[in-house]
């Protein structure tokens, strides 16, 4: 099964739209919360099953707003995060999904992608493709379901958009070059 993964759309939808009109043969769309009317929005202009949980900024505050989602290579846990305090520590997220007998933790809330397994269960986060805070122009995750297993990846906003220019970003170093002759 091929998943599309994001989370954290706030109601902006138009990279969303534009990656999934280039993503062939996607089974599901799982959407890890911030707008849940964005999920609803997605399964009618694409046709496609969305699977999604609520955020805090869905006005959710329980910690049974999770989801199970059974696949072939065994049971995927779904939360926006922000229950789970993600934001400080990974540590809680990935109880929850032992205590389930899940696989992995697909979860947001951070904004920021992370793809990674520990002790054989997978932690993943897509980012935001609307309002990224690592400094990018926007992630999300395409996620392969086997009985062999696991397997995907992040894919960067910026990776798609070969045929545009990209604006320069500029940093601390870039500011010491454009001011150096104050020093």
């Given at each position: ?154 894919v960067y906003y910026s990776s798609i ?23």
């Amino acid at each position: 099964m091929k998943l599309f993964v994001i989370s954290d759309t706030h109601g902006k939808l138009d990279k969303v739209l534009e990656v999934c009109k280039k993503l062939t043969a996607v089974d599901l769309i799982l959407h890890l919360g911030d707008c849940s009317k964005d999920a609803e929005e997605l399964e009618k202009v694409l046709g496609i099953d969305v699977l999604s949980v609520k955020g805090n900024m869905d006005g959710s505050y329980s910690p049974s707003d999770y989801k199970i989602l059974e696949t072939e290579c065994g049971k995927l846990y779904l939360a926006h995060g922000h229950m789970e305090n993600v934001k400080a520590t990974y540590q809680n997220i990935y109880y929850r999904a032992e205590e389930c007998g899940c696989i992995a933790a697909l979860f947001g809330h951070t904004h920021k992608p992370v793809f990674e397994e520990v002790n054989g269960i997978h932690l993943i986060n897509p980012g935001s493709l609307s309002l990224p805070s690592d400094g990018t122009q926007g992630s999300y995750a395409i996620v392969h379901t086997s009985p062999e297993g696991l397997t995907g990846s992040i894919v960067y906003y910026s990776s798609i958009q070969k045929n545009k220019p990209q604006k320069v970003q500029g940093g601390y170093i870039r500011g010491l070059l454009n001011y150096s002759d104050r020093f």
